[in-house]
């Protein structure tokens, strides 16, 4: 998604009181599509997509291809954000190395979780993911 307050946007692109509702306008450049859709009144959903090169409408309300899988794969990282929130390594800084870092680590942390509980049965998992992130960022230091 994207921010409405950029300046490189289109104006046809933001939100404004005379579109009509279940529009969808896209545009095109070599190999980035970006699409609008307005759901209510002045309101737009901003999209840019490497994936999707033409606008295709599906169902009654008109609603673009492009958003409709962006709707269907966002459960993915929410749910990849509710397994780290708990055991988070990540601590407050001011350097986006560092952050990135931690991001990294705890991503980790989770897919060390996934493998571990693929290859062992569930009652006999007793590490736990805080556990799994300390070791994990020992090989780091």
Known sequence: TLKQNKLQIPQEFKPNKKRPVKSALSGHNQ??????YA???NRAVLLLSTMHQDQELSGENNIPDMIIDYNNTKAGVDALDQLYVNYSVSRRTRRW?????YAILNITGVNARIILQCNKDIDQLMIKQGEICYRTSE???
Not at 31 to 36: A, F, G, L, P, Q
Not at 97 to 101: A, D, E, G, H, T
């Open 31 to 36: 190999d980035m599509t970006i699409c609008s």
């Open 39 to 41: 759901p209510r009144k």
């Open 97 to 101: 190395p560092m952050v990135i870092f």
């Open 139 to 141: 090989l780091f230091w």
